[in-house]
């Protein structure tokens, strides 16, 4: 199972929005609605701030969104912090297991 | 409080074997898929596998079948993961994760770390 393409790095200044994409195929990001987003600061465990495709967990900030159109999931960022400079990754079900994403950085400039 | 705290890690020679353990504690562990996603050191998250709520099912990446086996003692709240012929890209740090729809991982431990080097 190839992993899903994701940016290598994102960048945006304080306040500002981004999107980070999250490319799959018609069998996995295309197929089922079971995307989810991961946060990962330096030396930590990731942490889920969206599944199924749009949904945040209690606790997680309004600031984060996701979405998805065809074979690609997007996750957005509004309202830039600085703590939110970290490592993304999306996640994909594929009928039978799991598949992550290469992971983008998240640079706050 | 939903706590993983894994451990087992350590450094081990190619072709060598370890097993890793997860205690688990705060919610109903027999109610949950339960899983081991690993991350090479610089590199991203891989999902290595994972074992349904009574065991009977178990899932694992390619690259570690027939190598790996997954197993859980609900009485205990435990996950274990039995590494064999332990290759270099093994390295990694392993983290468990509850796994939610068979889709989403929500609750994550702190990682233990498996060096497999001469």
């Known amino acids: 199972q190839s992993a899903l393409t994701q940016p290598a790095s994102v960048s945006g200044s304080p306040g500002q929005s981004i999107t980070i994409s999250c490319t799959g195929t018609?069998?996995?990001?295309?197929?089922?609605?079971?995307v989810s987003w991961y946060q990962q600061h330096p030396g930590k465990a990731p942490k889920l701030m969206i599944y199924?495709?749009?949904n945040r967990p209690s606790g997680v900030s309004n600031r984060f969104s996701g979405s998805k159109s065809g074979n690609t999931a997007s996750l957005t960022i509004s309202g830039l912090q600085t703590e939110d400079e970290a490592d993304y990754y999306c996640?994909?079900?594929?009928?039978?297991?799991?598949?992550f994403g290469g992971g983008t950085k998240l640079t706050v400039l | 409080e939903v706590q993983l705290v894994e451990s087992g890690g350590g450094l081990v020679q190619p072709g060598g074997s370890l097993r890793l353990s997860c205690s688990a504690s705060?919610?109903?562990?027999?109610?949950?898929?339960m899983s081991w996603v690993r991350q090479a050191p610089g590199r991203g998250l891989q999902w290595v596998a994972s074992?349904?709520?009574?065991?009977?099912?178990?899932k694992f990446v390619d690259s570690v079948k027939g190598r790996f086996t997954i197993s859980r003692d609900n009485a205990k709240n435990s996950l274990s993961l039995q590494m064999n012929s332990l290759r270099a890209e093994d390295t990694a740090v392993y983290y468990c994760?509850?796994?939610?729809?068979?889709?989403?991982?929500?609750?994550w431990g702190q990682g233990t770390l498996v060096t497999v080097s001469s």
């Open positions: 994760a509850r796994l939610i729809a068979v889709a989403h991982f929500d609750y």
């Open positions: 705060g919610f109903t562990f027999n109610n949950y898929w």
């Open positions: 074992i349904q709520r009574d065991g009977s099912e178990k």
């Open positions: 018609s069998s996995d990001v295309g197929a089922y609605d079971y």
């Open positions: 199924d495709v749009s």
């Open positions: 996640t994909s079900f594929t009928g039978t297991t799991v598949v």
